[in-house]
């Protein structure tokens, strides 16, 4: 998969490129997604699909395309902590998430923003609401190089 731009996803421009990368026989996706060579093209053309639809396409391809959306949630409109108590004393039956999980390629991504000079860290921090001691852990762990 190429880099993605988590600010601007057009999701059936990335299965097509799974699908191109898989070498997936367009007949065997049409059985598996049970619909026609017209309605893939469709698919991949659309920028978004329903659930359904990109469960079975993670599932055909092997390849977790929810997982670009939760990467794009924990960047641009992450878990935020204050209101957390209250969210705790709250009765709902959905899960409750206490902490933004950060995947390498998210890490990755932020620390290539600073040291190209695109962001400061303080516009990081800002940004994208990652607690100042998280972002200098990363520094020190991944060895970032100061310009």
Request: proline share 0%.
């Given at each position: 998969m190429p880099k993605i731009n988590l600010n601007d996803i057009h999701l059936g421009k990335l299965i097509h490129q799974a699908v191109i990368e898989s070498k997936f026989e367009t007949s065997r996706i049409c059985n598996f997604l049970n619909c026609s060579e017209v309605d893939i093209?469709?698919?991949?053309?659309?920028?978004?699909l329903d659930t359904e639809t990109v469960l079975r396409w993670s599932k055909l391809l092997e390849y977790d395309f929810f997982r670009i959306y939760s990467q794009h949630l924990i960047l641009y409109a992450p878990q935020g902590n204050k209101n957390y108590k209250n969210l705790k004393e709250k009765k709902s039956q959905l899960p409750l998430f206490r902490k933004n999980i950060y995947t390498k390629e998210i890490i990755e991504f932020i620390l290539e923003r600073i040291s190209k000079g695109e962001m400061t860290k303080l516009q990081v921090i800002n940004e994208y609401k990652i607690p100042k001691t998280t972002l200098y852990k990363w520094i020190e762990k991944y060895g970032l190089i100061e310009k």
């Open positions: 093209k469709h698919m991949y053309e659309a920028r978004g």
